[in-house]
């Protein structure tokens, strides 16, 4: 990259804030959980817990994964359906015609690539097809385990409802069967793929001044896959 | 790009510990 590096605070700052307010509200999700988790424990007869049991049950993780899980599962489609779906005079989109994996000339793939590519885009083979696709195939894989994580911990907090409500605990692929696995996954998905499907039209008509994620304000609304 | 490396790795670093964390939560069946 050839920026000039403004120091590591300056550098980082998206990445940074961002990591920074996740822990935040992951802090509140803590606080305010464990109040619920015991509002509903005084009403069924039982003993509140602390802080820290609530952080460390299976109560806490699979609400922490069902939402994690969302988020992936949205880049992961977003990131595969918009090599080949446009939106015409979107800005999240590519423009009309360009749609597909692109030649290696546009994509600077192989003898295409530049001097300072990475290796991986430049050597061939089995290596540039994976590094060509590394994003998405992160963003898959995270999605898949963050899943299965939410279901692990689903299934345990899902049997400890059971046995507090004096019902039979379910094995694990009864519970990939069960009613709330199922509610806890498509409430998620359903808002994801609303709030993609809104940014990629809103982003046609509206603008935000200085963001990469809008067209430039002066843009016309005709205009496909331009940033600014 | 040495100090974005570090902030790469951090995050994935965290993501899979979440994920493990969670698992393991569950797998003892807290």
Known sequence: ?228 | MRNVRAVFWLYLVVIIVGIAYAIALGLAGR
């Open chain 1, 1 to 228: 990259m050839s920026e000039k590096s403004r120091g590591f605070l300056r550098d980082n700052a998206l990445s940074l804030t961002f990591g920074a307010v996740f822990l935040a509200t992951l802090v509140g999700q803590a606080l305010s959980g464990v109040a619920d988790f015991n509002a509903q424990q005084i009403a069924d007869g039982l003993e509140p817990v602390s802080l820290g049991e609530y952080v460390t049950s299976s109560s806490f993780g699979v609400d922490v994964m069902e939402n994690w899980q969302s988020e992936y599962l949205q880049f992961f489609l977003y990131i595969f359906a918009t090599v080949w779906l446009v939106q015409r005079g979107s800005s999240e989109s590519k423009k009309p015609g360009e749609e597909g994996p692109e030649s290696d000339k546009e994509q600077k793939v192989g003898r295409h690539a530049d001097e300072d590519s990475p290796a991986w885009a430049r050597i061939g083979g089995w290596r540039t097809a994976v590094y060509g696709r590394s994003l998405g195939l992160l963003m898959g894989a995270l999605f898949l385990l963050t899943w299965a994580a939410s279901s692990i911990a689903g299934w345990a907090a899902y049997n400890g409802d059971q046995l507090g409500n004096r019902e039979d605990p379910v094995s694990y692929l009864g519970y990939l069967g069960a009613a709330d696995f199922w509610n806890r996954s498509f409430q998620n998905w359903q808002s994801e793929m609303l709030a993609v499907g809104s940014m990629a039209v809103f982003a046609v008509y509206l603008r935000q001044r200085g963001s990469p994620e809008s067209k430039p304000v002066g843009a016309p609304h005709a205009v496909t896959g331009q940033t600014g």
